[in-house]
């Protein structure tokens, strides 16, 4: 009762008035949905989120609070958060404090409180939105419409660089602690900090480099593999990371993930398009064209590869919408997945898929 | 893949009658199992001894045996049906053992074990094997041994240390089982366990209590593909058995790599099982250090997988039949939505899951622990957990004395208030709202997860916050919302405001506070979803809009969770009444909160809400369905949905089908009722009323002892008592008066040496028709349900049978009977007298159903929307082909320390039916059934008052050694070779409560009435005594048979 109000702007001109947490201040960005059960920690300092509000599906957040072994980057990046409910007291031996101490830090803010299952359903059913955040202090709904209308107006998704802004600017090596087997260069067009962790486990010495590092720069470091790594936005965008990847492609092992295994599909001449609403969740079913098995995968993202060239085996199927999930082409010892092999979060069903890569190197 | 063409008729087991750990859960896999089966266009044989099921109707299955389920008799049916596969696994414990011991019958008659097969289940039963595979597949276990003696078990514990987790062998929901912190509660659990247990092994490991206790729901395909459907956290620490735990579903303070390694973990347990089907997998996990260990599995449809489809809205034992006719996941579509069913379900929701324990008829102690004494359970579905767990309590109907017991507990010293015990959240509410205790030192003391007590202190901050609201302004009606939002009913706001209800709704009213509500589609809104299943909640958006159409709708309301005297029965009839208005063209619409049963199956009407069967949440679901609506059923459900009647005709627009609300008064208001007898010229027990013991004392003198009392309006035979003295009387009477919540105790002459009849009829206002007229097999004053029944009888007369059916007439007609209805009557030579009628559906409803062959629910529930009698085509009901007989089953063996006797006060939680040629055949197989066989040819006879020289004379007849025991003499020395106890009649000195331990704990059968020892040495010695009972010839008959008609 007594807590300060925010609302949430569609760009419809609907709106949710919630409880303001997190920090007080505007924001605007996509706005899209998460399924997962658990994992608020995780997505939230994933950097495929740049750029979008993200509403959490499931009601309760913050239950096992904020813990420093869960991080998948150093910083939270998505612009705003939208939840039915936020714990007030986490209980974990792991847990450091709460996630709207955490939103605060980070200078993200949240609105709390609402109806998210409709807002769930109006997303899946009209598709992604801009969106807008507004705090209620000292303001009017209406004039929090009015303040919106026009920047929710300008907002195009679609025409921002969002992996220039959260990809390394340096290059950064992380090295196993012991039996270093191979070398990987790990394009960061916005990596979650599990895929290096994944690599390391298995013995690679990982060079995280930035999203726009050149193909020869690559090549010349001599690497076993290369992985293009996951990130935001419209993989159309991503002409540069397109072009080092056909530079390298058919020389070294390449392994794509999510954003990389869209730059990897444009660089083997497929298309990308933008799905309605995406695929964020923790519950995605795959089925393995080639031995009919079926995984169950942790995924986020918007945009989904098709018009896969013949000489590219079309390798992985979402159950669901038939969206492609995976291609490979064993000549050139390319493999990539539109889902999260890392999990963190979600299931480890197809952590294997670092054995198949690490196999090739 | 193709399925598995060869298979054309499949061999489905149940789990026989309701007993603690077994319940309504296995009709609901059953019964989906057989849809999954028929849609494939494969016969379904079905072997179960409990007629109150769905699975035995012959529109479920083709070839329905309602028969024992001992391995011999399904050996005999599979000789005569000659299957091609059978599924094991939808039948619980029963299931597996049946088809563990069928093993090499199987072989022999070709018939392929379909899913999750024979080794698979005894890889995942035999704790030395599943240690093993544990260890190989490098998952932790804690340290285990089996145990044939005390001293092998003494081993144990000198090397692995106490405390020590003790379970008897091959047996259901923890019976015998136990923790041990010293060595002589070691010794004194461990011979316990060994004695229950079918192997004579005592499965001893190191406790892992106190500890939190996961499941997981994994089904996995022959193709290797797993899902997991779902994971539930139990707020109760490992310890309490999960069937006792109150449940929260999905986990609520796992991390996501917790979750994770979890069910990464159980998916390569399934994996290493090579499971095909559904398996639940159980894990404990410390916090303190994050580390697990696998308590066990169940390679098995079970309770936990019914909760977990209830909770999720995925299907799972419709999904495992698939799969063991060898479809692959991905190749089975999620119904719902239209997607496959390879994928796991996401909720946007909580679930709570509150067990319903039998406390108020078994006293003795509330304790549990972890052997399963609960009956049944209630699930509440909400978008916080402070709301689940309020609708879930509420949906409880908990016993009538729970405040006052949980003020007594409360002024407990801490360790015991605290104690594992049916009240334990109560006491916890309570102690946080008097600031006795903080959320750190409950948890402590508990061992639930703080984050669960921390939920619970802001359920008593929002009550402490609606103790200051004024409800005046509009802040008050946001401070009012957010305690609904925190899971408050409409009586804890009075409560805690000190509004009247009246006051309240209006206020509600106008502030707009009306609850909203959500679909359950198993995607968390991701896809469109088809499910037509909903739940309440507070919010801004109802995805619950009525359907357009002319389609007339009907609401029927289910009857909540199984207790003893309000049992599967009655969801039984709840199914019936919506398959045949569906079929009449009617929208169905279910009100219910049992996640066991058939009814709540969102598969079964056109649509289900889970929601707490209180006036207010069905007056909410009325408002969404107003239009259109023909009006609300109430007669399946019990007394819970006939206490509703009163409030739904006050409060909301809906008409009450079936029989007029005045005359459901009239039948319940004793005055009113004798009016009408005396009107009628129809006998009655004298009977009086009173609101106190001195009242109660005047009127018993007027009616003449011995008396019966018992509460009105209150359900099964609760706080009933027989008196033969004023002492007697004064003693009891209490009891009664408190049960009766204000409304009048009820004191009626008792008829010694009568025969207790049962009248089932149906009547649609103009013509009424008998079903059935049962005979009590047990005297007058045992609970009609304790009491075993004959259709058709054989002790009543030619002219007292003409008087019950001109009296049952009578009466039908002046209440202008719609629907069923339910006559008790007592016949003392030809005299006749009526004890109470019951306008709505009765506990003998299925057994009457399958004896004639007419399903009289779905008759009844057709002259409830004016479809007649006649009209339907009936003019009369068919008689019975075959005797029938149907046989109580009794929860003693969970209650060592309860007391056998017999009472009005019912404690059978199920019964099982048999046809036979003769009445003393089907008796016969009836007991057998029920596990009720006296085990040795010796029997122990107590006193039986006038009656002992009969029945030892008759016991002697049928092959017997008998003791004989004089009631008053000393001690009985010894129990040992002894088979059957004869012990604990009415009216009979007390029994004697070591004895009865003894007895209980040895698992010796019990007889406790004079006329049911007879009827059971009668039909022994109608097949040759007692040493011919294991050759006797008994007969095998379908229901096909049966109901040949």
Not at chain 2, 308 to 331: F, M, N
Not at chain 2, 596 to 617: H, N, Q
Not at chain 2, 757 to 778: F, N, R
């Amino acid at each position: 009762m007594g807590l300060p109000k925010a609302v949430l702007v569609l760009s419809d001109g609907s709106f949710y008035v919630g409880d303001s947490m997190g920090s007080p201040h505007d924001a605007y960005g996509e706005l899209v949905f998460n399924t997962g059960m658990t994992g608020y920690q995780e997505a939230l300092t994933d950097p495929s989120y740049a750029g979008q509000i993200l509403t959490f599906a499931y009601p309760l957040i913050g239950n096992y609070g904020i813990s420093p072994e869960a991080f998948e980057s150093g910083k939270i990046h998505l612009s705003g958060v939208v939840s039915r409910q936020f714990c007030s007291h986490p209980v974990h031996r792991d847990s450091e404090r709460g996630v709207d101490d955490f939103l605060s830090e980070f200078d993200i803010p949240a609105v709390v409180g609402l109806d998210t299952r409709a807002i769930v359903t109006k997303v899946r059913s009209y598709g992604v939105v801009p969106s807008a955040i507004i705090q209620l202090e000292g303001r009017t709904v209406e004039e929090a419409l009015e303040s919106s209308r026009r920047q929710l107006k300008g907002f195009d998704y679609s025409n921002i660089d969002f992996v220039t802004k959260v990809s390394r600017k340096k290059a950064e090596v992380f090295s196993p602690k012991a039996h270093q087997k191979h070398s990987v260069v790990l394009v960061d067009c916005g990596v979650k900090m599990s895929i290096v962790r994944e690599l390391v486990s298995r013995g690679c010495e990982v060079t995280v480099v930035p999203a726009n590092t050149e193909g020869k720069e690559i090549l010349a470091s001599k690497p076993d593999g290369v992985v293009y790594s996951n990130g935001p936005g419209d993989p159309a965008l991503m002409t540069y990371a397109v072009a080092s990847c056909r530079e390298i492609i058919g020389k070294v092992p390449v392994f794509g993930i999510c954003l990389g295994h869209q730059i990897l599909g444009h660089a083997l001449g497929a298309k990308t398009y933008k799905l309605k609403f995406g695929h964020r969740g923790a519950n995605q079913p795959v089925v393995d064209n080639l031995s009919g098995k079926c995984f169950l995968t942790s995924q986020n993202h918007g945009f989904a590869v098709k018009d896969i060239p013949k000489r590219v085996t079309d390798w992985l199927t979402n159950l669901n919408d038939r969206s492609n999930e995976g291609l490979r082409c064993d000549e050139k010892s390319a493999l990539s997945v539109q889902f999260h092999p890392e999990a963190a979060p979600g299931p480890l069903d197809t952590r294997f898929l670092f054995d198949d890569f690490e196999k090739m190197l | 893949m193709p399925k598995i063409s060869s298979v054309k008729k499949v061999l489905l087991l149940g789990s026989g009658p309701i007993v603690i750990g077994q319940a309504a859960e296995f009709d609901y896999s059953g019964s989906q199992a057989c849809r999954a089966l028929k849609e494939e266009g494969i016969e379904v044989v079905l072997v179960n001894s409990n007629p109150a099921t769905i699975q035995t109707d012959l529109a479920t299955a083709d070839r329905v045996y309602i028969e024992s389920l001992d391995s011999r008799t399904v050996e005999r049916i599979i000789e005569l049906e000659k299957p091609d596969g059978i599924i094991a696994t939808m039948a619980g414990q029963t299931g597996l053992n049946v088809t563990v011991e069928l093993a090499d019958c199987l072989k022999r008659n070709n018939v392929r074990v379909l899913g999750t097969t024979v080794e698979t289940i005894e890889l995942a039963e035999d704790r030395e094997k599943f240690k093993e595979l544990m260890l190989k597949l490098g998952e932790p276990v804690p340290a285990s041994a089996s145990c044939k003696t005390l001293e092998e078990m003494d081993k144990f514990v000198a090397k692995h240390g106490l405390p020590v987790m003790i379970r008897a062998d091959f047996c259901l929901g923890g019976l015998a089982s136990g923790i041990a912190h010293t060595p002589e509660e070691a010794r004194e659990v461990c011979g316990a366990a060994i004695k229950q247990s079918g192997t004579g092994l005592a499965l001893v490991e190191k406790s892992l209590g106190g500890m939190a206790e996961l499941e997981y729901e994994v089904i996995r395909d022959s193709f290797d593909n797993c899902v997991t459907v779902c994971n539930m956290e139990n707020l109760d620490p490992m310890g309490i058995h999960t069937g006792e735990s109150v449940v929260v579903a999905p986990s609520q303070t796992l991390s996501d790599r917790e979750y994770h390694m979890l069910r990464t973990s159980a998916i390569r347990i399934v994996r290493g099982l090579k499971v095909e089907g559904a398996c639940n997998v159980q894990f404990a996990l410390d916090q303190k250090t994050g580390k697990y260990f696998v308590v066990e599995v169940n390679p098995r449809a079970s309770r936990s997988s019914a909760l977990a489809s209830k909770a999720t809205g995925y299907p799972i034992a419709r999904v495992a039949t698939k799969i063991a006719l060898g479809y692959a996941l991905s190749e089975i579509e999620n119904r719902v939505t239209g997607k496959s069913a390879c994928f796991e379900p996401s909720l946007d929701y909580v679930v709570v899951k509150i067990p319903r324990w039998p406390f108020d008829k078994l006293y003795y102690s509330n304790s549990i622990g972890t052997q399963m004494k609960s009956t049944g359970e209630t699930m509440a579905i909400g978008r916080t957990f402070e709301e689940a767990f309020g609708k879930a309590l509420r949906s409880l109907e908990m016993r009538v004395d729970w405040r006052q017991k949980t003020a007594e507990m409360a002024e407990l010293p801490l360790e015991k208030a605290l104690a594992p015990s049916e009240m334990r959240f109560n006491v916890i509410t309570k102690l946080l709202f008097d600031n006795k205790v903080d959320v750190a030192a409950i948890s402590k003391a508990t061992g639930i997860h703080e984050w669960f007590i921390q939920k619970i202190a802001a359920i008593v901050d929002a009550k402490r916050a609606l103790a200051r609201n004024e409800m005046a302004t509009a802040g008050d009606a946001e401070g009012v919302l957010a305690a609904r939002k925190a899971g408050f009913s409409e009586r804890w706001i009075c409560e805690a405001t000190g509004r009247s209800a009246v006051f309240v709704r209006s206020f509600s009213k106008t502030h707009g506070l009306n609850p909203s509500f959500k679909m359950v589609d198993t995607c968390s809104a991701e896809f469109e979803a088809a499910t037509p299943y909903y739940y309440s909640t507070y919010e801004s958006s109802s995805d619950a809009v009525a359907r357009k159409g002319n389609k007339k709708k009907v609401v029927i309301l289910g009857s909540g969770p199984i207790r003893i005297g309000q049992g599967i029965e009655f969801d039984y009839c709840t199914v019936h009444a919506v398959q045949a208005l569906r079929e009449a063209g009617f929208e169905t619409i279910v009100i219910n909160n049992n996640p066991e049963t058939v009814s709540t199956d969102f598969d079964i009407s056109d649509r289900l809400y889970f929601e707490p069967l209180k006036l207010e949440d069905v007056l909410a679901v009325l408002a969404v369905e107003r239009e259109n609506l023909e009006g609300v059923i109430v007669q399946f459900g019990g007394q819970t949905s006939i206490n509703l009647v009163n409030g739904i005709s006050q409060n909301s627009g809906a008409a009450i089908l079936g029989t007029s609300t005045d005359s459901v008064d009239v039948a319940s208001n004793r005055k009113r009722f004798k009016a009408l007898t005396e009107t009628l010229g129809t006998p009655t027990v004298k009977s009086g009323m009173a609101f106190d013991a001195e009242e109660a004392v005047l009127m018993a003198k007027e009616v003449g002892y011995p008396v019966l009392m018992r509460p009105s309006y209150v359900l099964g035979g609760r706080a009933m008592h027989l008196a033969f003295d004023e002492a007697e009387l004064r003693e009891k009477v209490h009891e009664s008066i408190m049960a009766s919540e204000g409304n009048p105790v009820i004191i009626d002459h008792f008829l010694e040496d009568a025969v207790e009849i049962d009248v089932d009829m149906v009547g649609d206002g103009k013509d009424y028709l008998i079903a059935g007229i049962m005979e009590q097999v047990e005297e007058v004053g045992v609970h009609s349900g304790d009491s075993a029944a004959m259709l058709p009888s054989r002790r009543l007369s030619a002219a007292a049978l003409s008087k019950i059916e001109d009296y049952a007439l009578k009466l039908a007609g002046a209440l202008k009977i719609v629907g069923l209805c339910n006559i008790q009557m007592a016949a003392k030579g030809d005299e006749v007298y009526i004890i109470e009628v019951n306008p709505r559906a009765s506990r003998t409803v299925p057994f009457v159903s399958k004896a004639i062959g007419v399903p009289i629910a779905k008759v009844a529930a057709l002259c409830q929307v004016g479809i007649s009698l006649k009209k339907q085509g009936f003019s009369s009901f068919p008689k019975p082909l075959f005797c029938a007989v149907k046989a109580p089953v009794f929860p003693y063996s969970r209650f060592p320390k309860a007391d056998y006797s017999a009472s009005s006060e019912m404690k059978s939680t199920g019964e099982t039916m048999a046809f036979g040629r003769t009445l003393d055949e089907a008796y016969l197989k009836a007991v057998k059934a029920s596990g009720a066989l006296p085990k040795t040819g010796k029997v122990l006879v107590r006193e039986c008052g006038k009656w002992t020289d009969e029945i030892i004379a008759k016991a002697k007849n049928a092959g017997f050694e008998v003791i004989s025991v004089d009631g008053n003499a000393s001690k009985v020395a010894s129990i040992a070779g002894i088979g059957l106890v004869v012990d604990g009649m009415i009216g009979c000195a007390k029994v004697d409560r070591a004895l009865c331990e003894k007895v209980i704990t040895a698992k010796i059968p019990i007889v406790n009435s004079y006329y049911g020892a007879m009827a059971l040495f009668d039909a022994i010695a109608s097949c040759g005594g007692y040493h011919q009972l294991s050759k006797a010839d008994l007969s095998i008959i379908s229901l096909n048979d049966a109901n040949a008609q």
